[in-house]
C-alpha cells in the first residue's frame, strides 16, 4: 500500500526524505500484515460469549488504553500483565525468555511496540517480587470516587456539555439533550497561563445539557455521567462537527443502550468500580448484537 505524503511530512514510520534501509523496510511490512491478521480476527466478537468475555478483559486491563487492551486479548486471551523488555528489566529486573512470542500493540506517535506478558519473562538474579498489580491485575475493588467526578464535569466544558444536578424523582439517574437555543452563559473552560502565571480561560458555547439527579450518591452520579456521555459520544444525539465523533442518529434503541452502558461499564470498572449494570448489560448481548450486524 502506497501512503500519500506531502514533501517533508513526517509517516507513521519516519521520515521520507532517506531510502529506507532492507531492516526498515521489512518492519513496516510486518507491522501492516500484523495489523491486517489482528482486525480480521476481531469477526470472533460477533457472539455474545466472545463479546462478553473481551469487555471482561479490556476491564481488568486497565493499565493500558481500552483498544490496546483489545489487541492484547486477540492475542493472548490469558495475558496477566503485559510490558516492553525494556520495562520489564528497569522496572521488575526481569528479561524476556528465549522462546517467547511478542503481542503487538500501537504505540503514541509511531507505528506499533511490541509487549510480552509476564509468564514470558524470568527474573534476574536478586530480582524483587513482582508486587500486587501484576501479580494479581484483574483485581476490581467496589471503589469511591474522589476528583474523577468534578473533573469530568469540569472537562466536559470543552465538548460544550454544561453538567447541572437537580432533583429528578428517585426513578430518574439522568439524561442529556441538545441544551436549545435560549440565551445561555457559555461555559469558562481553562486553557493553560498567561505570562504572569495566572490562568486563562477561554469561553465555550453550552450545545448540550446533561442532568443527574443530585439524590443519587457521587459512585452513582459518575456511573450516570458516564453512560450520558457514551451516548453523546458515540453519535447516538447527532454531532455539531464530524471531525469530534460521528452522527449515529437512528440506531435502534436496543443497540444505543447497549452502546452506552458498554462505554460506561469499561470506564466505571477501570477506576475500580463496580458498576450495577453488568448483568443489565450481558443480557442484552443476544437481542443487540443481531440489531447491530443487520
Known sequence: MDWPFAEGQQSLFGTESRAKSPAEVFAEESARHALDE????????????GFADLVKFVRRFRFYSPF?????????????????????????????????????????????????????????????????????????????????????????KRDGIRILEKKLGSQRAGSIRFAGNENIAPLKFPAGRDEQGNPKFVQVKVGFDLLINQDLPPEARYVTVAHELAHLYCGHLGTPDKKWWPDRRGLDKKVAEFEAESAAYLVCARLGLKNPSEAYLFNYLVPCLKSSVR
Open 68 to 156: 490496546n487492551a483489545f489487541l492484547i486479548h486477540l492475542q493472548r486471551p490469558g495475558a496477566r500483565y503485559a510490558a516492553p523488555p525494556t520495562r520489564w528489566k528497569r522496572d521488575f529486573s526481569r528479561v524476556i525468555r528465549p522462546d517467547a512470542n511478542p503481542m503487538v500493540i500501537l504505540q503514541p506517535m509511531g507505528p506499533v511496540m511490541f509487549v510480552f506478558d509476564v509468564s514470558d519473562t524470568e527474573a534476574l538474579d536478586g530480582a524483587p517480587p513482582l508486587p500486587p498489580e501484576v501479580e494479581s491485575p484483574f483485581d476490581v475493588t467496589a471503589g469511591r470516587i474522589g476528583y474523577e467526578l468534578v473533573d469530568t464535569i469540569e472537562n466536559a
Open 38 to 49: 489482528l482486525f480480521e480476527a476481531t469477526k470472533r466478537y460477533s457472539s455474545s460469549e
